[in-house]
Nanobody, 118 residues
Framework: QVQLVESGGGLVQAGGSLRLSCAAS????????MGWYRQAPGKERELVAT????????IYADSVKGRFTISRDNAKNTVYLQMNSLKPEDTAVYYC???????????WGQGTQVTVSS
């Protein structure tokens, strides 16, 4: 059973930092692209960042470029999202996700709430 469990969310003031973690289990994710998404109240879920299996390539939404960094530790089956210079508009539930091509299935974690106060 594939499981993704996020942690590290919370309440922070604007300009502050948080580090999110996503622990994966149920398979070895070292060959899978991993990503972070977020969904703010009343808005659609949007892509925040993705990282390739080896970590050599990353993609970021324009809104977080230069402030967020995605990374992974395949030995720990864990993906991270370092978020710096947080803004109130970053407030959302953040989800970890992976698409397993061989199964044609996308998996999601339960999400972790990030709230940035002004």
């Amino acid at each position: 059973q594939v499981q993704l469990v996020e942690s590290g969310g919370g309440l922070v003031q604007a300009g502050g930092s948080l580090r999110l973690s996503c622990a994966a289990s149920g398979r070895t994710f070292s060959s899978d692209v991993m990503g972070w998404y977020r969904q703010a109240p009343g808005k659609e879920r949007e892509l925040v960042a993705t990282i390739t299996s080896t970590g050599d390539r990353t993609i970021y939404a324009d809104s977080v470029k230069g402030r967020f960094t995605i990374s992974r530790d395949n030995a720990k089956n864990t993906v991270y999202l370092q978020m710096n210079s947080l803004k109130p508009e970053d407030t959302a539930v953040y989800y970890c996700s992976t698409y397993i091509l061989s199964r044609k299935v996308r998996y999601w974690g339960q999400g972790t709430q990030v709230t940035v106060s002004s």
